[in-house]
């Protein structure tokens, strides 16, 4: 959330709220490495270990959680935003997190935005609201 001063001589806008959420590794990081170890298992001569490795729902149990928080907000406009690296290192975890986020709720739209295209989209209105 910003802050635009009317007494401010620039109109500078001043930050006083910052909602972010790392959420890295949700995607590749819990039922891919399950496969992986998986995989090995069975080429190690041990699948019969495979029923012992764990399930790891965090990659749904997180999904699930943004898109609760979406449909709390109430704004059936509202977008998530995937703020990226220009140059993004991470891109197939975090379109493993947008792929489970869309399979659990396909009503949500989802955006990329690196910090240049933000700086270069974003409006704030009358009331101060940030639009992307």
């Known amino acids: 959330m910003f802050d635009f ?10 930050q ?9 590794f949700n995607g ?3 039922h891919k490495m ?11 001569g041990l699948a019969d270990l495979m029923s ?11 999904a699930k959680a943004f898109a609760n928080a ?3 907000y109430g704004n059936p406009s509202a977008v998530i935003v995937f703020l990226v690296n220009e140059v993004e290192h ?4 975090q379109r493993a997190f947008e792929y ?8 949500i739209r989802i955006i990329r935005k690196t910090m240049n295209d933000m700086a270069a989209s974003m409006e704030v209105d009358n009331a101060r609201r940030l639009f992307v």
């Not at 399950?34 to 190690?44: C, P």
């Open 100 to 107: 489970e986020i869309l399979a659990q709720a396909p009503e």
């Open 28 to 30: 590749i990081g819990t």
């Open 34 to 44: 399950k496969m992986l170890h998986e995989q090995t298992l069975k080429r190690a």
């Open 5 to 14: 001063n009317e007494a401010d001589c620039n109109n500078n806008p001043k």
């Open 70 to 72: 979406w449909r709390l």
């Open 52 to 62: 012992r490795l764990p399930d790891n729902p965090a990659a749904k149990n997180v």
């Open 16 to 24: 006083i709220e910052i909602n972010t959420v790392a959420a890295s």
């Open 90 to 93: 991470n891109i197939y975890d």
